[in-house]
């Protein structure tokens, strides 16, 4: 199935041009000028290009167009923020174990997927809304934990 062939106008000439793109802006010869004005600005780089990394001020020879960093080593580190998350979990919350009988976790996760969460929110908006139903005084007691 291919795609299909749109037809355009050229925001800078002014042609009809046709593309199988859903948002084409120039014409092919205008699409290589503007590219070229790009490149004379300095917001794009080719492949090759020699840049200067603004961590060690060392000439490099780009290998992506996005390159900023000559190296891993002085790209900078970035806390994780899923870490943090984890360690604030582990600081601030109880864990609670339970077991079900093999093969079920892969079919309620199929099931969490499809609604949008996680399968650890599921289980416990289940949990609270289980004693929320059956002990309102021990979900009193656990919203003073909040």
Not at 3 to 28: I, L
Not at 32 to 59: A, F, L
Not at 65 to 94: G, H, L
Not at 121 to 137: G, I, K, Q, S
Request: proline share 3%; net charge positive.
């Amino acid at each position: 199935m291919g795609k299909e062939v749109k037809t355009f106008t050229c925001e800078r000439c002014g042609a009809s041009f046709s593309s199988v793109a859903n948002h084409a802006r120039y014409c092919f010869d205008c699409r290589k000028i503007i590219q070229k004005e790009r490149v004379k600005r300095g917001k794009q780089y080719r492949v090759g290009d020699q840049k200067t990394c603004p961590t060690c001020g060392k000439s490099f020879a780009i290998t992506s167009p996005s390159q900023i960093y000559c190296s891993a080593e002085c790209k900078p580190k970035r806390k994780s923020s899923s870490a943090e998350v984890v360690a604030s979990r582990r600081k601030n919350s109880d864990t609670i174990t339970f077991y079900l009988p093999k093969g079920s976790r892969a079919i309620l996760q199929e099931a969490c997927d499809r609604l949008g969460m996680n399968l650890s929110d599921v289980v416990r908006n289940a949990l609270w809304e289980f004693l929320d139903r059956e002990t309102p005084e021990v979900i009193e007691k656990l919203n003073t934990l909040e």
